[in-house]
């Protein structure tokens, strides 16, 4: 177990690391691009409730994705506020002015909390990540933050996570309560994956 939690490490050191040197240019592109792809998925466009994040930093999907998956929709997102122990709690996106800024450098929903069981209502989960291999196993940032979620998330539903090219490994580090995802999106391509 050590040893990949070891391994688990230096990759996240590394992706993070080639993530810092991404351009902003780039970053704007692969925002639009991943926006595009997103919304054209099915699951996204027959989804009735969509459990989303909003990305800081060098994360894939650029400052807009809430509102991206929510207009022109009757769709509703919810969004994470992160909890003392890094569990998350959900809340209803009401647009750009209902996001706060929080701790860690998050931006949060000021609406009424949910609870973490908030996200069993979720028919699609869009969450963060730093790769996936071809399995469909994630790595995160190693909070265990969207591993509980995914955990909550009912069986039916779609979980997504946006990366940027080359993020889609052979094979990444993988604990027993590591949760597999369905879809991985990037600007370039779209991968599914079979559980």
């Known amino acids: 177990m050590k040893d990949i939690l070891n391994d688990k490490a230096t990759l996240r050191s590394q992706l993070m690391n080639s993530r810092s040197r991404v351009g902003s240019d780039r970053r704007v592109a692969a925002s639009r691009a991943l926006r595009d792809a997103l919304l054209a998925l099915p699951e996204i466009a027959a989804a009735g409730t969509v459990a989303a994040y909003v990305p800081v930093g060098s994360e894939p999907g650029g400052r807009d994705l809430a509102e991206d998956l929510a207009a022109g929709s009757t769709r509703r997102v ?114 599914r994956f079979t559980r």
């Open 78 to 191: 919810l969004l994470p506020v992160l909890l003392a122990d890094d569990d998350l709690d959900w809340a209803l996106y009401e647009g750009p002015a209902s996001l706060v800024p929080a701790g860690r450098g998050l931006r949060e929903p000021i609406g009424p909390r949910l609870g973490p069981e908030g996200v069993r209502t979720a028919d699609v989960l869009v969450v963060p990540g730093l790769a996936v291999d071809r399995r469909g196993m994630r790595l995160g940032r190693g909070g265990g933050s969207y591993d509980r979620a995914l955990a909550r998330a009912p069986k039916a539903a779609v979980t997504v996570v946006l990366l940027y090219d080359g993020e889609v490994l052979d094979e990444v580090p993988a604990e027993p309560h590591d949760v597999p995802v369905d879809i991985a999106v990037t600007p370039a391509a779209v991968y």
